[in-house]
């Protein structure tokens, strides 16, 4: 996580009496992970978060999978996903597995109740659009290239200010977070990060209510969703301080690492989480070697699967690819350049590519919105020599 934040009004210490204007207290709250051991930070509310009224269960969240009956490659066309409603309820499952859970959205409607992940943190990557996460902590403004992590249990809602919106969202099962190895002891940014605290965004305005009413959170458990109806404003929060809160990283803002010859895919690691990596391929200088070769090696990833989530620019190793394009690339196959692309990278010394990529430790299973927009000639594209590199507008 980022580094600590305050913001609002706080009482000088912690679990003491804090008294609003009329002399009644303010509810405090401690939002952490692990119980008491892990991040976490507290917040102050002008009701108490219980009061609940109303709980009904509205409906399994149940995937239909698919199940090929060949191991083989996949290339997922997304670009003309139907666009339906918000940034949850329009969310279209590809990929998932124990750790991990992967979809594309491309809503068209701010969010109107409220939504708390309760089985996972979220990431979301946004490809197109722009919009504020309204939450407890405060107003998160977002736009194009914007990585917006939301930790687990954040109550929370999307508004969009642009018509076309397309959403990358990936859950997990365990916290997304920055690599260990980009951190100090002290949780500081090294300087051979590709990052710094500086490209961070935090919330930095509190969007504070004290209106009553009917509103309406809507929380993801257990594989289903369930609705709480509470008769006060959930955006309540006049203060908060901690370690735990929504923030963004642009992609945009990752400055690239290259070598004389080919770097592997670990180089471009942004996020990492228990069962998975995020990786970022931003333009960059190439290769400088006098004999390098820009474009990857062929390799087999023997114990792990690999999406590829292609944003824009030339992807020089990859041919027929388009915005929105997801390509998995199933463990114990080889993949690597296909026909002419080695030839045609030879002598480039940079590349406008932006692609996402996510490694997982374990299988990934696919499901029937993947299916039904599955390339199935994609497992023979390396076999015969064409034009290299798709430009996407």
Request: proline fraction near 8%; glycine fraction near 6%.
């Given at each position: 996580?980022?580094?600590?934040?305050?913001?609002?009004?706080?009482?000088?210490?912690?679990?003491?009496?804090?008294?609003?204007?009329?002399?009644?207290?303010?509810?405090?709250?401690?939002?952490?992970?692990?119980?008491?051991?892990?991040?976490?930070?507290?917040?102050?509310?002008?009701?108490?978060?219980?009061?609940?009224?109303?709980?009904?269960?509205?409906?399994?969240?149940?995937?239909?999978?698919?199940?090929?009956?060949?191991?083989?490659?996949?290339?997922?066309?997304?670009?003309?996903?139907?666009?339906?409603?918000?940034?949850?309820?329009?969310?279209?499952?590809?990929?998932?597995?124990?750790?991990?859970?992967?979809?594309?959205?491309?809503?068209?409607?701010?969010?109107?109740?409220?939504?708390?992940?309760?089985?996972?943190?979220?990431?979301?990557?946004?490809?197109?659009?722009?919009?504020?996460?309204?939450?407890?902590?405060?107003?998160?403004?977002?736009?194009?290239?914007?990585?917006?992590?939301?930790?687990?249990?954040?109550?929370?809602?999307?508004?969009?200010?642009?018509?076309?919106?397309?959403?990358?969202?990936?859950?997990?099962?365990?916290?997304?977070?920055?690599?260990?190895?980009?951190?100090?002891?002290?949780?500081?940014?090294?300087?051979?990060?590709?990052?710094?605290?500086?490209?961070?965004?935090?919330?930095?305005?509190?969007?504070?209510?004290?209106?009553?009413?009917?509103?309406?959170?809507?929380?993801?458990?257990?594989?289903?969703?369930?609705?709480?109806?509470?008769?006060?404003?959930?955006?309540?929060?006049?203060?908060?301080?901690?370690?735990?809160?929504?923030?963004?990283?642009?992609?945009?803002?990752?400055?690239?690492?290259?070598?004389?010859?080919?770097?592997?895919?670990?180089?471009?690691?942004?996020?990492?989480?228990?069962?998975?990596?995020?990786?970022?391929?931003?333009?960059?200088?190439?290769?400088?070697?006098?004999?390098?070769?820009?474009?990857?090696?062929?390799?087999?990833?023997?114990?792990?699967?690999?999406?590829?989530?292609?944003?824009?620019?030339d992807f020089g190793s990859r041919r027929g690819i388009e915005?929105?394009?997801?390509?998995?690339?199933?463990?114990?196959?080889?993949?690597?350049?296909?026909?002419?692309?080695?030839?045609?990278?030879?002598?480039?010394?940079?590349?406008?590519?932006?692609?996402?990529?996510?490694?997982?430790?374990?299988?990934?299973?696919?499901?029937?919105?993947?299916?039904?927009?599955?390339?199935?000639?994609?497992?023979?594209?390396?076999?015969?020599?064409?034009?290299?590199?798709?430009?996407?507008?």
């Amino acid at each position: 996580m980022p580094s600590y934040q305050r913001l609002g009004k706080l009482p000088q210490k912690r679990h003491t009496q804090f008294r609003k204007p009329d002399g009644s207290l303010y509810h405090e709250e401690i939002f952490g992970t692990e119980a008491f051991s892990g991040v976490y930070s507290t917040l102050y509310h002008e009701f108490a978060p219980t009061r609940v009224s109303h709980i009904k269960k509205l409906r399994d969240l149940s995937i239909n999978e698919w199940q090929p009956s060949e191991h083989r490659h996949h290339h997922i066309r997304t670009k003309n996903l139907e666009t339906t409603k918000d940034a949850v309820e329009g969310r279209q499952p590809l990929f998932y597995n124990n750790d991990v859970f992967i979809s594309s959205a491309r809503p068209t409607q701010s969010m109107e109740s409220f939504f708390r992940n309760a089985q996972g943190d979220e990431l979301y990557f946004v490809h197109e659009g722009k919009g504020t996460l309204e939450s407890v902590f405060g107003l998160l403004p977002f736009h194009e290239g914007d990585f917006i992590v939301v930790p687990r249990g954040t109550t929370y809602r999307i508004t969009l200010d642009s018509k076309e919106s397309r959403f990358l969202v990936t859950e997990s099962a365990g916290p997304i977070e920055i690599p260990r190895r980009y951190r100090n002891d002290y949780g500081q940014l090294v300087e051979l990060a590709p990052y710094s605290d500086r490209d961070f965004r935090e919330p930095e305005e509190l969007a504070i209510h004290n209106e009553k009413g009917e509103f309406e959170v809507r929380m993801k458990v257990d594989n289903a969703l369930m609705s709480y109806t509470f008769d006060f404003h959930p955006l309540d929060v006049v203060g908060w301080d901690g370690y735990l809160y929504p923030w963004i990283f642009n992609v945009n803002d990752f400055e690239p690492l290259t070598g004389r010859v080919h770097q592997p895919p670990p180089i471009h690691q942004t996020f990492e989480a228990p069962g998975f990596d995020v990786l970022s391929f931003v333009p960059r200088k190439l290769d400088y070697h006098p004999l390098a070769i820009p474009v990857p090696y062929n390799h087999s990833n023997i114990d792990s699967d690999e999406i590829l989530y292609y944003v824009s620019g030339d992807f020089g190793s990859r041919r027929g690819i388009e915005i929105g394009s997801y390509t998995l690339h199933r463990r114990g196959i080889h993949h690597g350049p296909q026909p002419g692309a080695i030839e045609a990278s030879l002598g480039k010394d940079s590349t406008n590519e932006l692609a996402i990529m996510i490694e997982t430790k374990k299988p990934l299973r696919v499901t029937s919105n993947a299916e039904r927009l599955d390339d199935p000639n994609y497992p023979f594209s390396w076999t015969s020599p064409v034009k290299i590199g798709a430009t996407v507008p």
